[in-house]
């Protein structure tokens, strides 16, 4: 007998990927299990946080928003039209959904029961193809051109190799994984699992994978009587076991489950059965994978409650940067995305502070954070540097005022010391009452330091001026960076100050073109990367873009980019050190991640030839960018 309302939605659905790869017979079968859902403009079909739904939805009339809700603002990232599918995430991700999806205008959807489509996407490489492609890119049709370039992220900030790094990265799996042999008896394997508190065995003959026995197998085969506990293992093994190579992406590791609809993969040499087993992957591996993405890391320090959670996210943290070094993702990218993440935590440390002490802030301020992390370059956990800036007050306010803001600066760098990000060993942090204090104070401070530089060292002072404004008051912040720009401008006695502080480290390489190295102490014989070879880029960069009136780019790699725009005959040289900057400061943040270290020390002797003539190549701009400095800058101002 004819259903013409599953006719009507499968006539509907053979228009649109991926529905067009399907038989009309198939159409009509999912058709005639699947939901007509009217919403009324506004109305929710499901949310941020909500449980994974059983269905998923393609719209037949009218527009679905999608959104994130970050800060308590709603952003629409993206807009569903006709045709278009959302809510996949069942299909790939055990968490709940990431955004938000709602009505813009009275609009119909179908509700696709997901257990009646899951055959279709194992047994058509075309459906598969398709709706991993939109998963892993974010966009709710990858084949359509004209808006392949819209991405549905938690954050705006990412753009098409942010999913690389969230979707194509190396899976992490169990390596050398507990291995039987097919005539050993099943109790005896069972003990082990439990003891081990494993999910899975791989059976194995030779080295070589035969099967894998699993806990489903032991539900399905022994719990249920149709095998007896002390059968061997080759009775009961699920053969052959599915096979892939070492390095596989989370993407491909993922698409290897679905179409094989299987919960585990066995790790080869070289991916088939003729090689020797070395690892063992999971769907928790699969699902714990896509956990250590930017987005997901960002939502989980706004939501955060406490310290301990906000420490678990930079561990993670850690891993995404690892992974991203691993695929050769570029640094600065790789900056970007967790100079955004050590901001969410810190916004939260500051939340989380105010809380606690159980009042409001007594008047507005900015939260500034400075040096590496003010130039988003933090890759490592070094130290913390940052300071406060509140609003004047009437002098008779000024003490209590003064009071709460040294309790809540105290507060947050305390529970940033327990995230991870050590105590500036110069004192240089907001819970310091010299950086803890109002607006004139902070103008009067940056006028001395502009005006007479003589009468204190530019050393600390030069950190103040690679600043991140990231618990931010417009109106102070653009207080404080129109009194210094108005300050800096033309002020030689200034720059040459800074240009003498710029050149104080010599270029890296001496008599023979040989490293300079510590010559006594902890790291006698070390390549000191940090003070030889990046802070003079960074200064550089610095020196230059103020004296460009570059205030509005902190990150050394874009202030060299822009320098290359305001001066083209110089552009060569400043995409040379823009270029070196990137190289050390990925030598850096590997040596630190190897060492769980700050990185800054390099052993000689652990770097192979190339890589210590990549090294060495990076010094010469530093050279040649040393010149330009002492060309441009008078230093009789000093006098």
């Known amino acids: 007998m004819k259903n013409p309302v599953a006719e009507r939605i499968a006539d509907f659905l053979k228009r649109f990927p991926p529905f067009i790869s399907l038989t009309y017979t198939d159409l009509i079968a999912i058709a005639g299990q699947s939901k007509v859902i009217y919403l009324e ?3 929710v079909l499901f949310k941020g946080g909500d449980a994974l739904h059983t269905d998923f939805y393609i719209v037949k009339e009218g527009a679905i928003g999608l959104s994130v809700t970050s800060d308590m603002e709603e952003t629409l990232i993206d807009k569903c039209d006709e045709g278009d599918i959302l809510g996949l995430r069942p299909f790939f991700a055990k968490n709940n ?15 696709i029961p997901i257990v009646v489509f899951q055959p279709f996407v194992t047994g058509n490489k075309d459906v598969l193809s398709f709706l991993l492609q939109s998963f892993a890119s974010q966009s709710r049709n990858p084949y359509d051109k004209e808006r392949s370039g819209k991405l549905i992220s938690e954050n705006t900030i990412y753009n098409d190799q942010a999913a690389d790094i969230q979707y194509f990265q190396p899976i992490k799996y169990t390596r050398n994984p507990i291995t039987a042999n097919p005539e050993d008896i099943l109790k005896f394997i069972a003990k082990t699992m439990a003891n081990s508190a494993i999910g899975s065995v791989i059976i194995q003959e030779d080295q070589l994978p035969k099967g894998i026995i699993t806990d489903k197998d032991l539900r399905a085969k022994i719990a249920t009587g149709l095998f007896p506990i002390d059968v061997t293992a080759d009775k009961v093994m699920t053969a052959p076991v599915i096979t892939v190579p070492e390095n596989i992406s989370v993407a491909e590791a993922q698409m290897m489950m679905l179409k094989h609809d299987v919960g585990h993969l066995c790790v080869t040499k070289d991916g088939t059965d003729k090689t020797p087993v070395t690892g063992i992957i999971s769907e928790h591996d699969v699902v714990a994978a896509q956990a250590n993405t930017p987005g997901v890391l960002l939502k989980q320090a706004r939501r955060a409650t406490r310290s301990k959670e906000l420490k678990y996210v930079r561990e993670k943290l850690t891993d995404l940067i690892q992974n991203s070094i691993d695929k050769n993702i570029p640094v600065a990218h790789i900056s970007n995305i967790a100079a955004e993440i050590n901001i969410a935590i810190t916004r939260k440390a500051i939340e989380i502070a105010v809380e606690r002490i159980g009042s409001l802030p007594p008047v507005r301020f900015v939260w500034m954070n400075l040096g590496s992390q003010g130039r988003k370059e933090q890759l490592l956990l070094t130290d913390q540097n940052n300071a406060l800036v509140y609003e004047d007050v009437p002098a008779e306010h000024y003490s209590a005022v003064k009071s709460y803001f040294m309790e809540l600066a105290e507060r947050v760098n305390y529970a940033l010391n327990k995230i991870g990000y050590e105590f500036s060993p110069n004192g240089l942090i907001a819970g310091n009452e010299l950086w803890c204090k109002p607006v004139s104070d ?6 001395t330091w502009i005006n007479t530089p003589e009468e204190k060292s530019t050393g600390i002072s030069t950190t103040f001026f690679d600043v991140d404004f990231i618990y931010s008051v417009p109106a102070i912040e653009n207080i404080l960076t129109e009194n210094i720009a108005k300050s800096i401008n033309r002020n030689k006695r200034f720059f040459a100050y800074l240009a003498a502080d710029t050149l104080k480290n010599p270029p890296p390489l001496g008599f023979f073109r040989q490293f300079l190295v510590e010559n006594d102490g902890e790291h006698k014989d070390s390549f000191d990367i940090k003070s030889r070879a ?10 230059l873009a103020l004296s460009q009136n570059i205030f509005e780019i902190t990150n050394t790699y874009y202030r060299f ?7 083209p005959k110089n552009a060569d040289l400043y995409e040379e050190c823009a270029e070196a ?11 630190g991640l190897t060492s769980s270290s700050n990185g800054r020390y390099l052993n000689l002797n652990d770097l192979s030839k190339s890589d210590k003539v990549k090294l060495k190549n990076c010094f010469q701009p530093i050279n040649d960018l040393q010149d330009l400095i002492k060309n441009r800058f008078s230093l009789t101002y000093i006098n």
């Open 41 to 43: 403009k506004n109305q």
């Open 97 to 111: 959904y990431l955004m938000t999806a709602k009505a813009r205008e009275d609009s119909l959807v179908y509700g």
């Open 442 to 447: 902070w103008i009067s401070q940056y006028n």
């Open 534 to 543: 990046l802070e003079p880029l960074i200064d550089g960069a610095r020196l």
């Open 561 to 567: 980019r822009r320098l290359m725009e305001l001066e």
């Open 581 to 591: 900057f990137s190289t050390l400061m990925r030598f850096r943040t590997e040596v």
